[in-house]
Structure formats: C-alpha cells, structure tokens
C-alpha cells in the first residue's frame, strides 16, 4: 500500500526547473516531527539520498544538488516539496519520496532532462 505519493515530475530542458512533491497525508504519523528525505535512482545506478529534512527545518543536501535543489515541508498539508533548479541531464532519474529510517516509500516521478 503506497503511503507516500509523489508528483511533479515531467521532461525538461537542461537549466529548466520542477517542482516535485510528496503527499504525507496518508501517513499514519505526524510527519512535521519525522525526518522526510528525497531519494532518486537513475537507469543503471543505485538509489542515492538528494536531500531530507528534519522536524527543526534543518536540511542537508547531496554534494551535486547542493545550491540548485531545495527541500521544504508545508506541515499544515503534510506535504513535502523538492524545488529543482538549474537542471542537468544527470539529474535525470525517478525521484522517490521517504520517512526516513522507514520502509514508507512512494512509487516515485519520473524527471528526464533533455534537450
């Protein structure tokens, strides 16, 4: 059963932006007081953690997306945001959203940046 559903993926242009989010609201727990975090998976490659975020709004970021991708979390909807700028064709990948130190994941946007 998906708990977590992300959107906001689509094709882009290299320098393009997205806006993915992640809808917690099926989540049988607060998610404001939880660790949420972003992962992606490009074709032939291990899943690898973007960004997450913790109840204190602190953040952290993978060396490659750092200063182009932003996580946020809007608590009064549950949901969390990945605001993707300055695109790169290697950021080419299904996004996947998760509780973090949970099995809880989403079925994952698709995002495929190309000219």
């Known amino acids: 059963q998906v708990q977590l559903l992300e959107a906001g993926g689509g094709r882009v242009q290299p320098g393009g932006s997205l806006r993915l989010s992640c809808d917690a609201s099926r989540v049988n727990t607060d998610v404001s007081s939880r660790i949420m975090a972003w992962y992606r998976q490009a074709p032939g490659k291990e899943r690898e953690r973007v960004a997450f975020?913790?109840?204190?709004?602190?953040?952290s970021y993978a060396p490659s997306v750092k200063g182009r991708f932003t996580i946020s979390m809007d608590n009064n909807r549950n949901t969390v945001y990945l605001q993707m700028n300055t695109l790169k064709p290697e950021d080419t990948a299904v996004y996947y959203c998760n509780l973090m130190g949970t099995h809880v994941w989403g079925q994952g946007t698709q995002v495929i940046v190309s000219s």
């Open positions: 975020i913790g109840p204190s709004g602190g953040t």
